[in-house]
Structure formats: structure tokens, C-alpha cells
């Protein structure tokens, strides 16, 4: 049972983790230990996680709204294969049992980790590649990519954004900015269909997830306001150093 205390701590983490989403990503590194450190179940904090902070991949969604029109065709071919794979990977998750998953999880914010700190050479490799013409005729199978990513994303969702970043960049050729438009929407639907699909599972702790959606939103306003004044490359390292720490920690917890 949370108190009042662990509330202010809740609030805190999803303030942080909406403003370093606006800023560099990672904001799960952050909300995820957090629920975990405080007493909640693996697999309900990482539900509740999930359905907490899709307000803000709404927000994000909208923001590159602009940069989505003109890419219908490819909207209709990659979010049915985002819904689908979200769902697969909310399905995994509540087949793993707590035990098995309070096991995985220092791996998976490893993993997180690491896909964070390949941020930037993977943007400048999608940069090169969008000169060479490589993913003209790749485009139809676009969705292959995105749904395996999109079952990460389901399953657990830190770092997402540079594997579908990734995996778009492998069969499309466009500018990294149509293409950031792209992940956002595809972050976005595999976010809602695991969210949708854990809304009946009962692993939701709902007063915690309420009370991250609106300190997401208001990190999220924030990160905006700060965006200019913070390098994002400091921020993503720190994060990065954070997610290597907890999974030392979950480690030696375990």
C-alpha cells in the first residue's frame, strides 16, 4: 500500500521522467524503479507504467502532427502492425510470472540503457543512410520491423523510440524528421493497445498511475520550456548512468 509519501516520490519520478522524455528519451529508467524501489510488483509497476505515461506519447504524437501529414500509406501499413505487436508483448508480459520477470528485469534496463546510449550514432547512420537510396524499394515491408519492435514496446518499452527509429530507418528513405514523426506515431499505438489491453488485467494500480499521467504532463510542458537550455546528449548520459546503476542494484538484489 502506497502512503502519502510514496505519492509525492511517485509524482516526482513521472515530473522527471515526462521532462526527460520531451528532452532525450529514457523517462521509463526513471518512473519504472521508482514504482519497483517503493514496493510494487515488477509486472504491475511496468503495467502501470504503461498505461501512466501514454498521455504524454499523445502530446508527443500530436506535436509532430504536421510532419505526419503526406505519409497516410505508410501510417495504414506500420500502426495495425504497432497495435499488433503492443498487443503480443502486453500479452507476454502477464504470462511471465513476477518471479521470472523481477529476474529479467536488470537485463531489460541494461538493454534500455544501452539502446539509449546508441541514440546518436544511430541517428547519424540513419542520416548517411537517407542519401543513399537504400530503402526506396524496402518500403512494403516496413511493417515487419516495427511489429517485432512494437513487441518489445509492449512487453516493456524503454528505449522503444531508438528501435523503432531504427527499424524505419532500415526500409524508408525520408528525412530523420518524417521519420522521428513516424516513431512517435508508432510509440504511441503500441503504447495504447498494451495500455488498453492491461486496463483489464487487474495489475493496474490505478491512484499511482493517475498521479504519474498528470506529473508526466506537466514534465512534458516542462522539458519543452527547458528544451535550449540542456544539451540533450548530458541528460541522455545521465540517464544512462541511472539505468546502469539500478540495474546494479537490481542485480545485487537479487
Known amino acids: 500500500m502506497l502512503t502519502p509519501l510514496h505519492y509525492i516520490f511517485v509524482a516526482l519520478a513521472a515530473l ?3 521532462a526527460v522524455n520531451a528532452l532525450a528519451g529514457g523517462g521509463t529508467l526513471i518512473t519504472f524503479p521508482t514504482l519497483t524501489f517503493l514496493g510494487v510488483p515488477a509486472v504491475a509497476a511496468n503495467v502501470t507504467n504503461t498505461v ?6 499523445f502530446g508527443g504524437t500530436l506535436a509532430q502532427w504536421n510532419d505526419l501529414k503526406g505519409q497516410k500509406g505508410r501510417l ?3 500502426v495495425p502492425a504497432s497495435i499488433i505487436g503492443g498487443l503480443i508483448g502486453g500479452w507476454l508480459l502477464l504470462q511471465t510470472g513476477e518471479k521470472l520477470f523481477r529476474n ?6 541494461l538493454l534500455a540503457s544501452a539502446l539509449l546510449a546508441v541514440q546518436d550514432p544511430v541517428r547519424a547512420w540513419l542520416t ?12 512494403q515491408i516496413t511493417w515487419l520491423p516495427v511489429m517485432l519492435a512494437s513487441v518489445y514496446g509492449g512487453y516493456f518499452g524503454a528505449g522503444l523510440s531508438v528501435i523503432v527509429l531504427s527499424a524505419l530507418g532500415l526500409t524508408l528513405e525520408d528525412t530523420l524528421t518524417r521519420l522521428n514523426a513516424l516513431k512517435q506515431a508508432v510509440a504511441f499505438s503500441v503504447n495504447i493497445a498494451a495500455a488498453v489491453y492491461f486496463l483489464f488485467s487487474g495489475q493496474v494500480l490505478w491512484s499511482a498511475a493517475l498521479v504519474m499521467a ?8 516542462l522539458g519543452g ?3 535550449g537550455r540542456i544539451k540533450p546528449s548530458t541528460l541522455r ?6 539505468g546502469v546503476i539500478v540495474s546494479i542494484v537490481y542485480f545485487v538484489r537479487r
Open 104 to 109: 529479467l528485469v536488470p537485463y531489460l534496463i
Open 128 to 139: 548517411r543512410r537517407m542519401t543513399s537510396g537504400q530503402g526506396k524499394q524496402l518500403e
Open 237 to 242: 548520459w545521465t540517464v544512462v548512468t541511472i
Open 214 to 221: 498528470v506529473g508526466a504532463l506537466l514534465g512534458g510542458w
Open 225 to 227: 520550456r527547458l528544451a
Open 52 to 57: 501512466a505515461l501514454c498521455p504524454g506519447y
Open 76 to 78: 495504414w501499413l506500420i
Open 16 to 18: 522527471g521522467a515526462g
